[in-house]
């Protein structure tokens, strides 16, 4: 037998992992473990345990009992900390969003975010971006459109008029490139 035969088993692991977890019960009853995993098919999984000295298994009159031993504690606790890795680097990955934004893209989003203030409304018409910005509507517009398909702002259509909005995901990226800026 090999380690990859415990691995590949999901019986096993989750026999080792139901009882690591229950710190309560040093041992936990054969029966008890056919009822959780709704199997009678982990009787090879627990004789794989059993040769590889990761449970103790004990016969008795309610069909038997297995314990869990120190081997079995320190196999089921390294696995976790192997899967905790692998599901960190994962997350590292999807967290890692860098954006850089022009200092065009910067002042609309300010600017944005000051009408919002001032208006008390975080829907700003396009037409007075375009005059508080001191930007061409052309390419207001393109930068607009650029950091929208970016989910840092939102336009809308509202009375055939166009709206634009800092999305939670724009006032994050504004804070951290505002404080970016002073420091």
């Not at 989750?14 to 029966?31: A, G, P």
């Amino acid at each position: 037998m090999l380690l990859r035969d415990i691995l590949t088993d999901d019986y096993a692991i989750n026999i080792l992992k139901v009882m690591y977890d229950d710190e309560k019960n040093s041992t936990l009853s054969i029966k008890s473990l056919m009822e959780t995993f709704n199997s009678k098919n982990i009787s090879n999984s627990i004789n794989m345990l059993e040769h590889f000295e990761l449970i103790i298994k004990e016969q008795n009159e309610n069909g038997g009992s297995l314990a869990l031993t120190n081997k079995g504690n320190k196999f089921i606790e390294s696995f976790d900390v192997m899967k905790s890795n692998l599901l960190q680097k994962e997350e590292a990955k999807k967290v890692k969003i860098k954006y850089e934004i022009r200092d065009d893209e910067k002042k609309i989003l300010l600017e944005l975010q000051k009408l919002a203030k001032e208006e008390k409304n975080e829907n700003i018409p396009l037409k007075m971006l375009t005059k508080a910005s001191a930007t061409k509507l052309s390419a207001l517009k393109k930068s607009l459109e650029e950091l929208d398909q970016l989910n840092i702002v939102k336009i809308t259509e509202i009375s055939k008029e166009s709206m634009v909005s800092l999305t939670e995901k724009g006032q994050e990226l504004l804070k951290e490139k505002i404080l970016e800026t002073f420091f």
